[in-house]
């Protein structure tokens, strides 16, 4: 399987705890997203980097928040000290950047990774 | 700030139906609208999308049509079958800014028997 993969796909925490998760975007995508789901909402824009440089966070995005993209490949999303508002769905995307002025909206989301803060 | 409104929240249609999901936007300088579908556990999959130089666009069962002076595009699905049963979102994107998508907050369809 080619497509984004993220680990873990669940995860159960208690308040205050810290928690990873992994993204592996399609190999030749250089553009990785992050974004968040709650239930009966969309998803939201969280941050973005091309290759290995982060262009954009949102303001969603709090201090406990943290994105890295090492060698422009993986991902990881770190979130410290977990409220139980953080608990969501998630989801990492990838894409291909096609030109500076070129936006096809393609995203090839994973299948997400949800957080459950207790 | 919700810059994508959908409707309805949910949809009930039966096998061979017509389903029509609408949605608005505010933003004048978005210029490309894609939809997603996306199926329970899993993340969201682009369906169709388009620009706003166009009134319509069709692939296979699914079209969009868009106003564009209304700032309203809606997404129906012809013959609808019960393997069309998901969640569908709107989204839309202003040109530069990296595919960053504004997502509605979502249809759930149920296609009955």
């Known amino acids: 399987d080619t497509g984004v993969s993220q680990n873990p796909r669940h995860k159960i925490t208690k308040r205050g705890q810290n928690v990873t998760f992994r993204c592996d975007p399609i190999?030749?995508?250089?553009?990785l997203y992050w974004y968040r789901q709650t239930l009966g909402q969309g998803p939201e824009f969280l941050t973005y980097?091309?290759?290995?440089?982060?262009?954009?966070k949102s303001r969603l995005l709090s201090d406990r928040f943290s994105a890295e993209r090492p060698k422009g490949s993986f991902s990881t999303l770190e979130i410290q000290r977990t409220e139980q508002g953080d608990s969501a769905m998630y989801l990492c995307?990838?894409?291909?950047?096609?030109?500076?002025?070129?936006?096809?909206?393609?995203?090839?989301f994973g299948e997400g990774s949800r957080l459950t803060v207790l | 700030q919700q810059q994508v409104k959908q409707s309805p929240q949910s949809l009930i249609v039966q096998k061979g139906g017509i389903s029509i999901i609408n949605c608005a936007y505010e933003?004048?300088?978005?210029?490309?609208f894609p939809w997603y579908q996306q199926f329970p556990g899993k993340g969201p999959a682009l369906l169709i999308a388009?620009?706003?130089?166009?009134s319509e666009k069709k692939e296979g069962r699914f079209t969009i049509s868009f106003n564009k002076s209304a700032k309203q595009f809606s997404l129906h699905i012809m013959d609808s079958q019960p393997g069309d049963s998901a969640t569908y979102f709107c989204?839309?994107?202003?040109?530069?800014?990296?595919?960053?998508?504004?997502f509605g907050t979502g249809t759930r369809l149920q296609v009955t028997l």
């Open positions: 980097f091309q290759n290995e440089a982060q262009l954009e």
């Open positions: 933003n004048t300088a978005f210029d490309y």
């Open positions: 190999s030749e995508h250089n553009r």
């Open positions: 388009i620009r706003p130089d166009v």
């Open positions: 995307a990838s894409s291909v950047r096609q030109g500076p002025f070129s936006n096809t909206g393609e995203l090839f």
């Open positions: 989204a839309a994107i202003r040109d530069g800014t990296a595919s960053k998508l504004t």
